[in-house]
């Protein structure tokens, strides 16, 4: 306690000074210190003697100051200066571990010594002692500053006084100590040096620290353990017991069996033969068969590469004859030896024939060739080849004498064939008439029979041209109809072929003009004259012939001209026509025939009217009034476009639909730069100025032009999208971006992709949710050591990792 | 021809990306080529979890595992997280591409042998011969011809068959065993013939919703009894069933469509199309969006919380007869009067490519596995690989008993290579080989299902159910950030204005003590007896005779009185 006190008092005597460089090197010592050490305050670190040394303490090191606990009680009662003072003498005492009777011996001889400065130290007494009754010996100077080596001076002379001087040479080492610090530059000291000694320590622990802060999981349970599986305990089997020996015994036995009966199946899995009963001589002959024969297909290898660079035309075309050759001198070899692997060929040829004929591989079609073509000022050479191309496709394409003869023909000659069969088994049976056998009844039924059936046939195989037909200029008028954008270019077309429609019908009743009764003037010029025709046919025409009139004959002329033209040219070919199939069953009738024919397409019609509120009633009166041959000829999609005529109101409200949605969304407002109610009057009551009424008022000034919204449909003609923000569903989402994300693709990017066990494999769902820290219940988990960073390392070497 | 129904061989571009991306995860030890793994998994595991729509818009470097081009956030630790989350994302999409091995029945096409040969050539009696006994077991025709024409429906694990013949002949079919469980005849005794529009089953097979003349009415599929009526769905034209949300919808003559849900019975919403009678509906398998099919050649997109449509796309010119989504969501096809039948990007709403059809198409249908069915007039044609890119030629074709007869609806049966066509002469069952996906999984769809499991699955099914409000285009926007700021700053104002204000306490009419005798002296005051009637008089003969006779009138009394003093022309009015 004593001790304590002289490090905490404010006194400025010597023997403090001289203890305290003892108290540093103490704490340098210290390990132990940690940071915590540091960062107390100064008031925490002046600890209150008392608290300091409790009565606990007292009980264990009482009786080290067991000497001093009087002149302690003594001193709390005093004031300051005087518990100072004894604790000085305290601390001197203690350090010298004297009797308080030598002290008393001391003074007695201090007084007797006969020095001159005898004076100073009575003097230095008496100030020390300022309680002191004034006597002989109290002070009279108080000059100089009292030093110890002023005190011992005398003494180290005095030759009773050697045991005294060993102490105070013990005490005192070198020299006397320098002036104290403040407490705060030595508080600071002290912190500085405690934080740089802890800092070194605590560094150790970083990698530590890291690891476990990165690791994504703590794993605590016990390691070291080995996993059973059939392969550790295979590798560790050891035959423990007789029966196990003797089956071992037995299995190697067998194993030993199979391999001399199966010499080099287990030991020599190289071709070099690694294997122990080939001589070296063997081995080494083996060794050089085997390179000789790489080296040999290296080298054929290399040719090849090389001969498959070289890019000269001639070359080429020297090879390719020369293959040619070889393959007819084969074919003629196998023509003479064997004549089904010639049929085979030949097979195969015809093959390539039909891929060539289904194909436009050589027809000049290849981008390149294109390409050629469209740049015009073709040179010799890729001319020549372009038209070796042909050449090919041609040679390829032609008819093959001997095999192809009769057996097939094209699809133009199967229709005339087939129009033919039809013509000719148009008539009644009646008509036939045979002489002989064929008069009799059975034979004729028989031959009324065989009629039908080639009749039949005939027309399933006209059906089927047409059908293919259809199919090609399906696949021409594909690209047409794809996407919406092309539409436009269809009605233009469509509008075209109107246009001449209107034109060939024109020409028809100029033909008949001759029972004209009254006619109708069409401007030809307008587009949609056709259903201007049509429309006011309805209101004129009653009976099924339809007269018109065209205002100049030399127009008539001219268009008569046209006509025969294209329908020599077979350009109004009629065409397949779902809802007349059942009623015209061939298109290329009788001119009699197809004028007077009525086309029933009430019952499509009405099938769609049913479904639509479309109007087409124009043009079926058309079809059912006149124009039944032309209805035939229109193509299917024109008449499909017939039918839906109304379509174009649906496109256009669309449009306008989608207009006013731009516009409600960009802000636009009707043109209205009048302030509101200026010029009107107002209150309940009052109807609302009509437009033409209202005069000129007040102009507001022109408002800003509305910023431009865009649209996400914007670019989209024909799709409206929902810009509106879905308050209901929006209850399932985060306004702010939750903590430790800083923007909304990071939030979504961590909660991307699925966790349940529905969606992965189980291994993913594990990974996906494995915990913090993994340990065992009551385990106790050990601090960080210092070499926690090597011991994961190695850990990690020897498990597998997490593959990614 | 070989058709390889049982063994299965793949079909060109499927057969060839599955397989590489096979090749490569085995060889996922080189680098170059584990990179590459890893983002065709991310793209295939995508693909399968729908999730396309959102990788779509995500630039390709900013996709997982290129982190190296993202920029550095300043929170490392976070930055770690993600980056690690990436990681087990691409991990989990490999994993899951190589369990795929466990998949081991595999579906296939049939292949021709050379060039010359054509599938659709091939017939259903020549099929027959080359398939197994169990597959040839479901080529079968049904001649039904009192009630046709039929409509067909499945159920989800494509075990039961629906049969409902127009004029009110309804038949629940086991589809594996082939035998009739319930036959009904909704006719009012045969004196008045039904009207059944459409049909579908509910959440599993045990009851189904019709839509008859005037309402929707559900029937139990064991007991045929009617077990419901929904008064709210008037005049259905077709109807419709969301079963991750037990939603039953309905649009019919009026043009509204009705959400009901199931569970509870309640009407969830109503919507007004604003574009007159509806006869074609079809959902969205991946977002549980209603797809409508209008006169006027419009297709909209629909969701029970917003009252507007999503999307609205002039699709045909002419009514829109039928449409059919594939399974993954991403493609809708649709067929109109004008003879065309157009492939969707639903993500882009879009024209993928268009086919015409030569006769009106009446029946459209996507099976598991993308084939593309097309019923039109006798025929039904089979459409490989339709959505993915143009075709020349249909896969398959049949023509239903010969010709003769009105296809009405096409169905393909899941988990099976088996098509129902529902025509004017009743039912036809074919096989297409390929059209079904050849792995089922049995929590979701069991075929074989036994009781206790289709309870324990009713029950799961419930507690799963998914809130109407979640439909939206794009569900992975559910848990995700708003991100239209304003809107949500707006709300936030309103609402915080909402809680301001306390709502209004409702005044006391009758201040003060209320005394029990006072109360009991309101009540007496309108009570008229004779002691009061008398006491009445009283007062007023002697107000009267006091000259002050007014105040015990009534008011009608008074303005008599007036009208009478004042005379002349008005007095008429007074009697």
């Given at each position: 306690m004593p001790r304590t006190k002289a490090q905490k008092s404010?006194?400025?005597s010597s023997n403090k000074q001289a203890k305290k460089p003892t108290d540093f090197s103490k704490i340098k010592t210290a390990?132990?210190?940690?940071q915590e050490y540091l960062d107390r305050s100064e008031d925490e670190s002046e600890i209150d003697s008392d608290d300091a040394f409790d009565e606990e303490d007292e009980k264990k090191y009482g009786s080290l100051f067991a000497n001093n606990n009087d002149d302690d009680d003594d001193s709390s009662d005093d004031d300051d200066d005087d518990d100072d003072s004894s604790a000085n003498s305290n601390a001197s005492y203690d350090s010298d571990s004297d009797s308080e009777e030598e002290e008393v011996d001391m003074l007695a001889a201090l007084d007797n010594l006969p020095t001159s400065s005898k004076s100073n130290t009575r003097k230095s007494l008496s100030t020390s002692h300022?309680?002191?009754?004034?006597?002989?010996?109290?002070?009279?100077t108080n000059s100089s500053t009292l030093t110890m080596d002023a005190l011992l001076n005398p003494v180290s002379s005095a030759p009773n006084y050697t045991t005294l001087r060993n102490t105070t040479s013990k005490i005192d080492a070198t020299k006397s100590a320098s002036s104290r610090l403040s407490d705060v530059v030595l508080d600071r000291a002290k912190r500085k040096v405690n934080y740089s000694s802890t800092k070194s320590d605590i560094s150790n622990w970083t990698d530590a620290v890291k690891m476990n802060r990165e690791a994504e999981t703590l794993d605590f349970r016990p390691k070291g353990r080995e996993r059973v599986t059939t392969n550790t305990l295979s590798s560790t089997?050891?035959?423990?017991n007789d029966f196990e020996k003797k089956i071992e015994a037995a299995l190697q036995k067998q194993k030993a069996l199979e391999d001399s009966e199966h010499p080099?199946?287990?030991?020599?899995?190289?071709d070099l033969g690694?294997?122990?009963?080939?001589?070296i001589s063997e081995v080494k002959k083996r060794h050089s068969e085997l390179a000789k024969i790489r080296s040999l297909l290296f080298y054929e290898e290399s040719k090849r590469h090389r001969l498959n660079k070289i890019k000269s035309k001639k070359y080429r075309k020297i090879r390719k004859k020369k293959s040619d050759r070889e393959k007819s001198k084969e074919l003629d070899l196998l023509a003479e030896t064997d004549p089904s692997k010639l049929l085979e060929a030949e097979e195969k040829d015809a093959v390539k024939r039909m891929e060539e004929r289904m194909s436009?591989?050589?027809?000049?079609?290849s981008k390149w060739a294109r390409k050629q073509l469209r740049r015009g000022n073709i040179d010799t050479d890729t001319r020549r080849m372009l038209s070796e191309q042909i050449a090919i496709s041609d040679k390829l394409r032609a008819k093959k004498d001997g095999i192809d003869e009769g057996t097939s023909s094209d699809s133009e000659d199967l229709e005339a064939v087939a129009r033919e069969v039809i013509n000719d088994t148009q008539?009644?049976?009646?008509?036939v008439e045979g002489r002989g056998l064929f008069k009799l009844d059975f034979m004729k039924r028989g031959m009324e029979t065989q009629r039908k059936r080639a009749r039949e046939e005939a027309e399933g195989i006209l059906r089927e041209i047409e059908e293919e037909e259809e199919w090609k200029r399906r696949e021409e008028g594909g690209e047409e109809s794809e996407?919406?954008?092309s539409e436009g270019e269809e009605d233009q077309k469509e509008e075209r072929v109107g246009r001449e429609e209107a034109k060939r019908i024109l020409e028809e009743g100029i033909e008949r003009?001759?029972?004209?009764?009254e006619g109708i003037t069409i401007?030809?010029?307008?587009?949609?004259s056709e259903d201007e025709a049509a429309s006011s046919k309805m209101d004129?025409?009653?009976?099924n012939k339809v007269t018109k009139k065209v205002s100049t004959r030399a127009e008539k002329a001219k268009e008569k001209d046209d006509l025969k033209k294209k329908q020599k040219e077979g350009a109004f070919e009629t065409e397949d026509n779902p809802w007349m199939q059942q009623k015209q069953?061939?298109?290329?009738?009788?001119k009699k025939v197809a004028s007077h024919s009525v086309v029933d397409v009430d019952a499509g019609v009405a099938l769609m009217i049913d479904k639509t509120k479309v109007d087409v009633t124009g043009s079926t009166s058309d079809s059912e009034n006149s124009e039944s041959e032309d209805v035939t000829t229109l193509t299917q999609k024109q008449l499909v476009k017939r039918a839906f005529a109304g379509a174009k109101d649906a496109r256009k409200d669309f449009e306008r639909e989608k207009k006013a949605l731009a516009d409600r969304d960009s802000g636009k407002k009707e043109d209205?730069?009048?302030?509101?109610?200026?010029?009107s009057w107002t209150g309940v009551g009052v109807k609302p100025p009509s437009k033409k009424k209202r005069k000129k008022g007040k102009l507001a000034p022109?408002?800003?032009?509305?910023?431009?919204?865009?649209?996400?449909?914007?670019?989209?003609?024909?799709v409206i999208l929902?810009?509106?923000?879905?308050k209901k569903s929006?209850?399932?989402?985060?306004?702010t971006v939750p903590?430790?994300?800083?923007?909304a693709e990071q939030y979504e990017r961590a909660m991307a992709g699925p966790i349940g066990s529905d969606w992965q494999t189980t291994k993913a769902v594990i990974e996906g949710t494995r915990p913090e820290i993994i340990t065992r219940a009551g385990r106790i988990i050990d601090p960080a050591g210092k070499r926690m960073k090597r011991k994961i390392m190695e850990e990690k070497g020897g498990r597998r990792k997490f593959r990614a | 021809m070989s058709s390889d129904v049982a063994r299965g061989v793949y079909s060109s571009s499927k057969k060839s990306s599955k397989t590489d991306s096979k090749r490569n995860l085995h060889n996922s030890s080189d680098p170059v080529l584990s990179t590459t793994v890893t983002l065709q998994a991310i793209d295939k595991y995508a693909e399968r979890n729908h999730s396309a729509k959102s990788l779509e818009g995500v630039k390709y470097k900013d996709r997982?595992?290129?982190?190296?081009n993202n920029k550095k956030y300043k929170d490392k630790k976070a930055e770690a997280q993600l980056r690690r989350h990436d990681e087990k994302r691409v991990a989990a999409a490999v994993m899951a591409a190589e369990a795929?091995?466990?998949?081991?029945e595999v579906g296939g096409f049939i292949e021709t042998?050379?060039?010359?040969?054509?599938?659709?050539?091939?017939k259903q009696t020549e099929l027959s011969s080359h398939v197994d006994e169990q597959t040839s077991d479901q080529i079968y025709d049904l001649s039904l011809?009192?009630?046709?024409p039929y409509n067909v429906t499945y159920d989800r694990p494509g075990r039961h068959l629906l049969l409902t013949g127009r004029t009110g002949h309804v038949a629940i079919m086991?589809?594996?065993?082939?035998?009739?469980?319930r036959e009904l005849f909704l006719t009012d005794n045969g004196k008045e013939l039904n009207d059944i529009r459409s049909s579908t089953f509910l959440h599993n097979s045990s009851m189904f919703a019709l839509a008859e003349k005037k309402h929707i009415f559900i029937y139990?599929?064991?007991?045929?009894?009617?077990?419901?009526?929904?008064?709210?769905?008037?005049?259905?034209l077709a109807i419709d069933y969301l079963p991750y949300h037990w939603l039953l919808a309905s649009v019919g003559r009026a043009g509204f469509l009705k959400y009901t849900d199931?569970?509870?019975?309640?009407?969830v919403s109503e919507h007004r199309t604003?574009?007159?009678?509806?006869s074609v509906m079809r959902h969205?398998?991946?977002?549980?969006v209603m797809h409508l099919g209008h006169g006027n050649g419009v297709v909209t997109m629909w969701s029970p919380?917003?009252?507007?449509?999503l999307v609205k796309i002039l699709?045909?010119?002419?009514?829109?007869?039928s449409l059919a989504n594939d399974l993954g969501g991403n493609y809708m096809v649709t067929a109109g009067s004008d003879m065309q039948v157009k492939v969707w990007?639903?993500?882009?709403?879009?024209?993928v490519h268009s086919y015409f059809s030569r006769r009106a198409v009446c029946d459209l249908d996507i099976s598991q596995t993308g084939v593309l069915a097309v019923g039109s007039g006798t025929d039904v044609t089979f459409w490989k690989d339709a959505i993915r890119e143009k075709q020349k030629e249909p896969y398959m074709k049949h023509r239903v008993l010969n010709g003769g007869v009105q296809v009405k609806g096409v169905r393909f049966r899941p988990f099976e290579d088996v098509v129902g066509i529902g025509h004017s002469k009743g039912f036809s069952s074919i096989v297409v080989p390929?059209?079904?996906?050849?792995?089922?999984?049995s929590f979701e769809?069991?075929?074989?299902?036994?009781k206790k499991q289709r309870q324990e699955q009713e029950v799961r099914s419930l507690m799963d159910k998914l809130r109407?409000?979640?439909?939206?285009?794009?569900?992975?926007?559910?848990?995700?950030?708003?991100?239209d700021k304003k809107n949500v700053m707006m709300e936030k104002r309103e609402l915080a204005a909402s809680a301001d204000q306390k709502p209004k306490k409702e005044k006391k009419k009758a201040r003060g003590r209320n005394k029990i005798s006072k109360k009991l002296a309101r009540k007496h005051a309108n009570i008229m007896d004779e002691g009061k009637k008398k006491l009445m008089e009283k007062k007023r003969s002697e107000a009267e005779s006091k000259?002050?006779?007014?105040?015990?009138?009534?008011p009608a009394e008074k303005k008599r009185k007036k009208g009478l003093e004042e005379g002349g022309a008005l007095s008429r009015f007074f009697k």
């Open positions: 404010s006194n400025k390990d132990e210190y940690n300022a309680s002191l009754p004034e006597s002989r010996f109290s002070s009279q089997f050891e035959a423990a080099g199946s287990f030991d020599s899995d190289d690694h294997n122990k009963n080939l001589t436009l591989q050589h027809r000049n079609t008539g009644d049976g009646d008509e996407g919406g954008e003009e001759t029972r004209v009764g401007d030809i010029s307008d587009s949609d004129k025409v009653e009976n069953p061939s298109k290329k009738g009788s209205d730069t009048e302030v509101k109610g200026w010029g022109p408002s800003k032009e509305p910023e431009k919204v865009k649209r996400e449909d914007a670019k989209m003609p024909t929902n810009e509106k923000r879905h929006s209850q399932f989402k985060v306004t903590y430790p994300y800083t923007s | 997982p595992n290129t982190s190296k795929e091995i466990l998949d081991t042998e050379n060039e010359m040969e054509r599938t659709h050539k091939l011809t009192s009630y046709s086991d589809a594996l065993t082939r035998t009739l469980q139990d599929s064991v007991t045929g009894a009617e077990v419901h009526r929904l008064g709210d769905h008037i005049d259905p199931t569970s509870t019975g309640d009407k604003k574009l007159g009678p509806c969205n398998p991946y977002n549980a919380s917003v009252s507007q449509p699709a045909h010119r002419g009514p829109v007869v990007d639903v993500r882009t709403f879009k024209v390929g059209v079904g996906s050849s792995n089922y999984d769809n069991n075929m074989f299902a036994d109407p409000e979640m439909i939206q285009l794009n569900p992975e926007e559910i848990g995700g950030v708003e991100r000259g002050r006779g007014d105040d015990f009138m009534s």
